[in-house]
């Protein structure tokens, strides 16, 4: 079957390129005109109604065909239609990261494919296949046809069925990897590269800072500087396990009278040891007498008048007793270095001893919101509409262990921008918008004036290409920034690919386990990057969710995870890399189990 045509690849993604366009949150038209204000982006609003789109032109197939220039489905246009804003490849032709749909698109209101419309699942915690990288697959895209190709209803039926016949090819347009695409940045670097550099730039600067001593109130979430060694036996002596009879010999034992017997607690008393054939009433936790051979619980066993003590079951040497040293020995390595420091390792080193523990410092985040067109509170109105990334960032960050230090909202302003940037004694700055080469985009600008060096200046991935990360010498240390597109799941992309990195090599913790899903649904890609969707993990696949626009949040707000499509999409079945999210499954997440 004939392929899609570069060109046609070229105009679809044209119409939505973040590029051109100021992402300070701007959510709009191709041609600059503001999205709506109710609108869930980071943008000026717009007029209430926005203009009509121009009418539909013939499409190959003798349909119609919209605009890959103007069509009203683009997912930034502020109008999205619920029923093509969707990421699969079996739907038609689909934008990548639009919504956009082609020549095939099915009318308005009817089904355009298998899209998940359940409610997401719990977060799954069953088995994962090992990883392999997504980039050993062959590409993929399902794009928009070149006209020269013949509807696929014109096709003989081993072609028109070849995705039936062939489910295990994943990707179906291929294109050479040195081959760039006509709308590719020549100085973005692939997804993988960015996240490569982003940690190798954490772990430089974490190996010169020094480590910290935390008291075990204030460690959790933090990561173990050095490794935690056991700096006694546990137990340090051998301790009744139950409230019961301390025994020595065999049964039947005659009750030592003392009172209430061997408690737990008696600080610089040692029990008398135990003869043959005599037993001693004993708590849980209180130290077993010498020479006691078993401790035998409360409600198996019971003495008679004489003071004879009788077992109702058959009796264990060493039953119920732990004896020093069964978890650990003095010396014993309890966790090794990098550890995160959860409540239960907190409670194992206070169980060994420790007062603090060393530990990795906390990295410190000053958060830089741009954008004249944000509110803070109440509903959008007048071209003005609600920041979502300032409410979403500072517990995001706190999830991968970072201490928020400051939340500013800043005007489009390069002299402002400029100021805070030099205020600011944060070990990292994360900005939203500003990213891309508009005339309020201010973030590069300022960098070049401050002598920044930009480890990452854009990267070959969807949404949120225009993201950055540069290192800003002066202060007491190097800092890092951030800088993320302004549209909502842009801006996470930017956070997954960039700062999450970042953030794990300079907090010392170390990097998940790779791992990888079939996707359950076909998921058009970009012919030229890497794709981020929000899943849903239903069993043991990855259901790829709606609304993944640049400006849309409603998608990862449902999801478990995100999955990493490379160039061109994949068919249904194929695996996937799953990156997990902070809140998945706590601190291990849905890949690590």
């Keep these: ?14 119409a939505v390129s973040e590029t051109p366009r100021r992402t300070t949150g701007t959510t709009g038209t191709t041609d600059g005109r503001p999205a ?42 502020g109008r999205v239609d619920p029923d093509t804003d969707t990421a699969f490849a079996d739907t ?23 899209v998940s419309t359940e409610a997401p699942a719990p977060p799954h915690s069953g088995p994962r296949r090992p990883a392999r990288h997504p980039a050993q697959a062959p590409a993929q895209h399902t794009g928009r046809r070149h006209p020269d190709q ?65 008291p075990l109130h204030t460690a ?38 003392t009172g209430a017997g061997v408690l737990a607690g008696t600080a610089g008393t040692t029990p008398s040891p135990l003869t043959d054939g005599e037993a001693v009433r004993i708590a849980t936790g209180a130290r077993v007498p010498k020479d006691a051979t078993a401790v035998v619980r409360t409600e198996h066993a019971h003495a008679d008048r004489h003071g004879q003590l009788y077992p109702s079951r058959e009796v264990q040497p060493g039953q119920d007793i732990r004896a020093r040293g069964q978890e650990c020995r003095e010396g014993d390595l309890l966790m090794p270095a990098a550890t995160l ?40 109105h007048d071209g003005l509409i609600r920041d979502a990334l ?39 700055i994360i900005s939203t918008g500003g990213t891309a080469a508009g005339p309020a985009d201010h973030v590069r600008p300022t960098l070049d004036r401050l002598g920044a060096e930009l480890l990452v200046d854009g990267v070959r991935v969807r949404p949120g290409h225009p993201m950055l990360l540069a290192r800003l010498t002066g202060g007491r240390h190097p800092r890092y920034l ?21 953030i794990r090599a300079l907090a010392g913790r170390p990097a998940p386990e790779p791992c990888t899903a079939p996707v359950r649904d076909a998921v058009t890609g970009h012919p030229s990057d890497t794709r981020l969707v929000p899943v849903s993990l239903r069993g043991d696949e990855a259901v790829p969710l709606r609304y993944s626009g640049p400006a849309m949040l409603r998608g990862i707000a449902a999801a478990d995870a995100i999955a990493v499509v490379p160039p061109g999409g994949v068919r249904a079945g194929h695996e996937l890399e799953i990156l997990d999210l902070p809140w998945s499954l706590s601190a291990v997440g849905v890949c690590s189990t």
């Design 390 to 428: 300032g409410p979403l960032l500072p517990p995001w960050l706190h999830a991968l262990g970072v201490e928020v230090t400051a939340v500013r909202h800043l005007r489009d302003d390069a002299a402002t921008l400029h100021d805070a940037l030099t205020a600011s004694t944060a070990d990292l």
């Design 150 to 214: 013949p509807h696929p209803d014109q096709q003989p039926p081993d072609q028109r069925h070849l995705d039936q016949q062939r489910p295990d090819q994943g990707q179906l347009d291929q294109r050479h990897p040195d081959q760039q695409h006509p709308d590719q940045h020549p100085g973005h670097v692939p997804w993988t590269v960015a996240r490569d550099r982003a940690a190798a730039a954490g772990a430089a600067e974490r190996r010169t800072r020094p480590a910290v001593r935390a």
């Design 482 to 502: 951030v800088g993320l597109p302004g549209n909502p799941l842009a801006a996470v992309s930017g956070l997954l690919t960039l700062a999450e990195p970042l």
């Design 341 to 380: 420091v959860t409540p239960a390792v907190v409670g194992l080193a206070a169980a060994a001893g420790y007062d603090t523990l060393t530990v990795v410092p906390r990295p410190t985040a000053d958060i830089l919101v741009l954008g004249d067109e944000l509110l803070d509170e109440g509903l959008p």
């Design 92 to 114: 038609g032709p689909v934008g990548a990261d639009t919504g956009q749909v082609g020549a095939d698109k099915a009318p308005t209101g009817t089904d355009t494919g298998p």
């Design 36 to 77: 709506p204000a109710h609108h869930t982006g980071q943008g000026p609003g717009a007029p209430e109604t926005p203009p009509d789109p121009p009418p539909a032109s013939p499409g190959p197939g003798g349909g119609t065909e919209e605009s890959s220039a103007t069509g009203p489905a683009t997912a930034d246009a």
């Design 1 to 14: 079957m004939t392929g899609p045509h570069p060109d046609d690849h070229l105009a679809l993604y044209e």
């Design 220 to 257: 959790t979430g933090v990561a173990l500087a050095h490794p935690l060694t056991a700096l006694t036996d546990l137990p340090s002596f051998d301790t009744s396990a139950m409230d019961g009879w301390a025994v020595s010999g065999p049964a039947p034992w005659t009750v030592r009278e």
